[in-house]
């Protein structure tokens, strides 16, 4: 009987069900990409910019929510705006509890991406991987015994894009929990960084400027940003010291 519930259990699915989601993915960002690419841009915030604010004037919660899930959307589809959405979380909802509306988004739209090319591609990827020899085994066997070292790597280090640090982990087969944690506490410096920044959208929008978005690479932010990355991959260097002494 447990024979033949575990045969049942590992039944192949379609090809069409498998990629599925990532298809739908790929649709939605194409779809997005021609739709509303005029209307992820600091300009075209800049000129709704008093409509938005009387809007959540009028229906805070509604808008909360309906940012949220328009930010969750612009990630998981992989749209050209995120970096506008966290700079308007900032100005509708200032620094915090913005932040906290940016960073709750941005991991519920990674998570739907990395779920997505998960289910598609990463069991047999990481099949592949697993069953590889020499230099590729190696590699893969290092990242899974250090990977919430990796996973907060990158996402701390500001060079790596925001979608490919959704896909690798899937392609990993890294667990579900420790993405969604590892994503939820890695773009938080990032995060609070450039919502600031949209805090202070207002004195920008007056003096008909735009946003310093090149800030998170200045010395006082970046530093202590890659500080939190260097403490991150600290538990690696240690398992590769402790390696070499007991060989």
Not at 179 to 195: D, K, L, R
């Amino acid at each position: 009987m447990t024979d033949a519930v575990t045969r049942s259990d590992k039944t192949p699915r379609s090809p069409i069900a498998r990629y599925l989601p990532i298809l739908a993915i790929a649709t939605g960002a194409g779809l997005g990409w021609w739709l509303f690419r005029d209307y992820l841009s600091f300009s075209a915030l800049a000129e709704n910019r008093e409509a938005l604010l009387a809007f959540r004037d009028a229906n805070y919660i509604g808008t909360v929510l309906a940012f949220v899930a328009v930010y969750a959307l612009i990630v998981a589809f992989s749209l050209p705006g995120a970096t506008i959405a966290t700079l308007t979380g900032g100005f509708l909802f200032a620094t915090f509890p913005g932040a906290l509306f940016n960073i709750a988004a941005a991991t519920v739209g990674a998570t739907a991406i990395f779920l997505a090319a998960k289910t598609s591609f990463g069991a047999r990827l990481g099949a592949r991987l697993e069953g590889s020899e020499g230099t590729v085994k190696k590699i893969k066997e290092g990242i899974d015994d250090n990977q919430w070292s990796m996973l907060f790597l990158i996402r701390l280090v500001p060079v790596v894009p925001f979608f490919v640090a959704n896909l690798v982990p899937a392609f990993l087969e890294v667990p579900l929990r420790r993405f969604v944690i590892s994503t939820f506490f890695g773009i938080m410096p990032g995060a609070v960084v450039y919502t600031s920044v949209g805090a202070g959208l207002g004195e920008v929008f007056a003096r008909g400027e735009t946003p310093n978005l090149g800030i998170i690479f200045e010395p006082h932010i970046l530093l202590p940003i890659l500080g939190l990355a260097a403490l991150a991959l600290l538990p690696v260097l240690i398992k590769a010291v402790h390696g070499k002494r007991g060989l």
